[in-house]
């Protein structure tokens, strides 16, 4: 049988990817810099994925905020003991809230400035590899 004989719709037909080719030699290899400044589907799930991060970690300090700082009002008005002590003649409560809390949100917001720089800098790792690996 040669090769005029067989039915046309019966032949074997290779489709590839227009963006891999057809040969493993001539696929196009595309960074994640390329994915996320095309706008691709891969650069966006990076793109997203950072900004989820960024967001968990507001909302978690978010939180921590309104736990501590907002429920402070409700301990001293379930506490009568905590509400009427004095630490060197100031109320404990002026004492926490015209000290305490402002300490507390420098260390929250020094937490929160690590965790956000950790989170871009594993990002930019992602974005811009080594030079070690071409």
Do not use: K, N
């Not at 019966?10 to 990817?17: C, G, L, M």
């Not at 970690?57 to 402070?72: F, P, R, S």
């Amino acid at each position: 049988m040669t090769p005029d004989d067989v039915p046309r719709h019966a032949t074997r037909v290779r489709i590839t990817s227009p963006q891999t080719g057809a040969t493993p030699a001539s696929r196009v290899r595309r960074t994640v810099r390329q994915e996320i400044d095309e706008s691709t589907g891969v650069g966006e799930v990076y793109v997203r994925t950072i900004v989820r991060a960024q967001l968990r970690a507001a909302l978690a300090v978010l939180l921590t905020v309104v736990l501590t700082i907002g429920l402070l009002p409700l301990l001293f008005l379930w506490s009568d003991e905590l509400a009427g002590a004095d630490l060197l003649g100031v109320p404990i409560a002026w004492a926490i809230l015209g000290f305490g809390v402002y300490v507390g949100l420098v260390l929250l917001g020094w937490v929160y400035v690590r965790h956000a720089e950790r989170l871009e800098s594993d990002f930019v790792a992602l974005v811009e590899p080594d030079d070690e690996s071409s």
